[in-house]
């Protein structure tokens, strides 16, 4: 329980036997539920990731690996079904500093945000800490996926590291978020099609001897057009289909009428 909160820590994990331990083991104690969703790993990752803890920890199994973004979903309907006041995403590969998970529970008590993510991209030492070329890609990303979503503020769009509220997650359609490496991209789109509030909190950029999977050149254009699609959306919601319906539902003249004032 964290300020009045009950919390669950979702953690999609893929062939991470060897950092989800230490993951697990930073997690901090007022966590009431952890949710290890095992995306159909080929590694002892189900077996390390029994750990006891003062929380209540349930391993869920993929019978085929759908994807981090697939992963997260599953977590999520957990949480949903448990009734928490709010949902952390961690991920198994230790990149993401435990202590700072409390300032984005801060952001959901104090700001009554319905979803905080982390925002690596103020950190004074970003330059020394992640790789450039994640930094260009983020930079992209992050300017396409405000024009997408709608949130103008937001930085840091590919952060994983973020906390929903249980009543934002109740209301979204979970069902059809991407799957893959879009997910942040299209869940904040989809946030912005609910009304979420959603909320910045700084965090530290960790890149240690994790290996990631991420191949940027491969995951570029699916994400971009998946952004597109969004942006795409987000206009016909917000500008074309209130055109369209002002126009189709102006009342029509007929001839010898005379025009009202
Ligand atoms: N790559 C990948 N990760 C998965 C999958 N399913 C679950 N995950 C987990 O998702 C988390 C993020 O994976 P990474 O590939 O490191 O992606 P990232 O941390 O966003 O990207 P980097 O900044 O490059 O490390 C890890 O905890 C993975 O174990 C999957 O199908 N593919
Ligand atoms: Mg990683």
Redesign the pocket.
Known sequence: MYRGLRVAVV??????SRLLPVTLAGLPRFVDHVLV?D?ASTDRTAVVARRKGPWALEVIRHAA????G??IVTGYRRAASLGVDAAVVV???A?MDPAEMSHLLDALVDDAADYAKGDRLGHRELWRRMPWI?LLGNLALTGLTRLSSGYWHIRDS?C?YTAISGSALSRLPLGDLYP??GFPNDLLAKLGEIGATVRDCPVTPI?GD?V???RIPRVMLPIFLLILRSGARRLWRSRLRPLALALTSAPRRLPGHAPSP
């Open positions: 953690i999609p994990a893929f062939n991470e969703v995306d690996n759908q994807g981090v697939g992963a991920g198994a590969d990149q994640r590919q994983g893959r490496y890149y994790e990631s999977r991420l």
